[in-house]
Each structure stands twice: as structure tokens, then as C-alpha cells.
T-cell receptor, first 116, second 112 residues
Framework: DVKVTQSSRYLVKRTGEKVFLECVQD?????MFWYRQDPGLGLRLIYF???????EKGDIPEGYSVSREKKERFSLILESASTNQTSMYLC???????????????FGPGTRLLVL | SQQGEEDPQALSIQEGENATMNCSYK?????LQWYRQNSGRGLVHLIL?????REKHSGRLRVTLDTSKKSSSLLITASRAADTASYFC????????????FGTGTRLQVFP
């Protein structure tokens, strides 16, 4: 079974803190994604990585950065956390097209972040 | 902007009834996917339908796709309390990307 794990299920941070969210997948997927999910807004893509050290901005990259030093690990960094970054953060991975079943994304359990 | 928009936003039914959720999208697609999310958890892939397919079944799930109307529906037959979850449709943003765009979801509540 594909497994995508996220470093924390719940996280409480203070405004201005630097926050690291980590995601690890064990399926040798090329693609990895970070989304945030807010009520009424669905999933919004923050960043996408299609290979080691490669990244692409999503719809809402402001205030975030990412790091992909190894294929299995994709980190989301909040440089200076703000209260409007309180949200559910979801990591996902998939094969790069046209590799097998590439269309399907596999999600981690999510990290609920509260910024005070 | 959201490509996929689900309708209704929320749906409450009794166990044993059928649940139908609809999704509309704006641009051309080559496939459309449905995902399920249990409360406070990640999304799980349910089913994928390609643009040259009109209907697809998987267990109690039936998905239809109407590319002329840019819409899809997900039918869950003989629903169970365990089907209580949010359901999202997703499609590729364009042919040359692996990125998906998700709708805002339908929240389904199945009462025992």
C-alpha cells in the first residue's frame, strides 16, 4: 500500500515562528504536492515538485517555501507564521505522467496548524 | 478559481438511500476523478473516469461523465453510515501538467 506520512497531525505555533511541515512517501513517486484546505474553499495548491530540487508555484505560494532534497521527502516551510496561515495542510504524491496510474494522487493524513 | 464545483454542498440521507453528487468543470479534461475525505483526514482516491467513457462502476459507486455539459455525477447506492464523508471531484488543469484542480466538495451525512 502507498503510504504518505506527515510529521505532525496537530501543531500550535506563535506568530512569527518559522514552521516546518514534512512529508514522506514510500512509493518512489516523482511528483509531490502541498495543499491547504479551508472551509468553503476546498483544496488549494501551494507548491508542486516534479523531481528532486525542482519546484513550481501553485495557486497560493505567498508566505511559503518548499524544499525537496530527496525524492521521498517534501518539506513545506512557513518562513514567518501568521494567523491567516491557520489551516489544514495536506501533502500528496503521484507518479509523473505517463508512468503507471499517474493520474491518482495519494494523500497524507494532514496537519492541522494553529497559529496564535 | 475552482475548476470543479460540486453540488449540493451538503446532503443528508438515511441509511439505505442513494446519494447523488454532481460536479461541473470549466475546461476540457482527459479524465475526472472522485476522492473521499473522512473528517479531519487526507483524501482517498475512489474512481477515475476518462473523457471517452460515459459511465463507470466500482462496487456501490457509479460515476457518469457528460463532456458536452462539462459535468459528472457520483452515485452511491444503498448508502451506509460509514459513507459519511466529504466527496471531491478533481481534474487535470491542462494536458501538459500533472497538477489537479479540486472542487469545494459535497459533505454527505448518512444517518443510521
Amino acid at each position: 500500500d502507498v503510504k504518505v506520512t506527515q510529521s505532525s497531525r496537530y501543531l500550535v505555533k506563535r506568530t512569527g515562528e518559522k514552521v516546518f511541515l514534512e512529508c514522506v512517501q514510500d512509493m518512489d513517486h516523482e511528483n509531490m504536492f502541498w495543499y491547504r484546505q479551508d472551509p468553503g474553499l476546498g483544496l488549494r495548491l501551494i507548491y508542486f515538485s516534479y523531481d528532486v530540487k525542482m519546484k513550481e508555484k501553485g495557486d497560493i505560494p505567498e508566505g511559503y517555501s518548499v524544499s525537496r532534497e530527496k525524492k521521498e521527502r517534501f518539506s513545506l516551510i512557513l518562513e514567518s507564521a501568521s494567523t491567516n496561515q491557520t489551516s489544514m495542510y495536506l501533502c500528496a504524491s503521484s507518479f509523473k505522467s505517463p508512468g503507471g496510474a499517474w493520474e491518482t494522487q495519494y494523500f497524507g493524513p494532514g496537519t492541522r496548524l494553529l497559529v496564535l | 478559481s475552482q475548476q470543479g464545483e460540486e453540488d449540493p454542498q451538503a446532503l443528508s440521507i438515511q441509511e439505505g438511500e442513494n446519494a447523488t453528487m454532481n460536479c461541473s468543470y470549466k475546461t476540457s479534461i482527459n479524465n475526472l476523478q472522485w476522492y473521499r475525505q473522512n473528517s479531519g483526514r487526507g483524501l482517498v482516491h475512489l474512481i477515475l473516469i476518462r473523457s471517452n467513457e460515459r459511465e463507470k462502476h466500482s462496487g456501490r459507486l457509479r460515476v457518469t461523465l457528460d463532456t458536452s455539459k462539462k459535468s459528472s455525477s457520483l452515485l452511491i447506492t444503498a448508502s451506509r453510515a460509514a459513507d459519511t464523508a466529504s466527496y471531491f471531484c478533481a481534474s487535470r488543469r491542462s494536458y501538459n501538467t500533472d497538477k489537479l484542480i479540486f472542487g469545494t466538495g459535497t459533505r454527505l451525512q448518512v444517518f443510521p
